[in-house]
């Protein structure tokens, strides 16, 4: 890929060419579209490095939805539709955007507020499963331990305790 400060300037009688006759021969080839694009916009023609990727609006508005959702079914049509796209477009995007699958990025989020509910809540684990967005306990109890390689029960154990709570006050 060229440098930029290594070719010269096109000057504006030679991108009218360009307009007119991108294949033209009476300009260098790095100066033809093909060379014009990665030597002057070194982050690809869509201005970003992420070619693919969600735009801002679409990563808040599937985020927002995301994190507001968390304790019912999302389905991936539902967040491909927020951003009108179709789901394996929307899939692709979010998998460049976040460098993971939808599907796992929700069941992370989950497992974080799980963690979170365990260690400022009493609430029983099958409870906690469905504030989740879990089917039941079991299910909850098998994605936790995927996820951090320790039971929720065992997890919640001794950062309960750990947790800053004045002497004799429960968590609520």
Not at 115 to 136: R, V
Request: aromatic share 8%.
């Amino acid at each position: 890929m060229n440098n930029p400060s290594s070719i010269a300037p096109i000057h504006h009688s030679d991108l009218a060419v360009l307009i007119i006759n991108p294949f033209s021969d009476e300009l260098p080839a790095t100066e033809t579209v093909g060379g014009v694009i990665p030597a002057y916009c070194p982050n690809g023609a869509n201005g970003g490095p992420n070619r693919g990727s969600l735009v801002p609006w679409q990563r808040k508005k599937v985020l927002a939805y995301i994190e507001a959702n968390l304790c019912s079914t999302i389905r991936l049509e539902q967040l491909a539709d927020l951003v009108h796209l179709s789901v394996s477009h929307f899939s692709r995007a979010f998998r460049v955007t976040f460098n993971q699958a939808p599907y796992v990025y929700i069941l992370e989020r989950r497992m974080l507020l799980a963690k979170d509910l365990m260690l400022h809540t009493n609430t029983s684990l099958s409870q906690i499963a469905l504030e989740c967005g879990m089917t039941d306990q079991a299910h909850f109890c098998k994605v936790f331990r995927k996820t951090f390689g320790i039971s929720p029960n065992r997890w919640r154990r001794p950062h309960r305790k750990s947790a800053n709570t004045p002497a004799g006050q429960t968590l609520h």
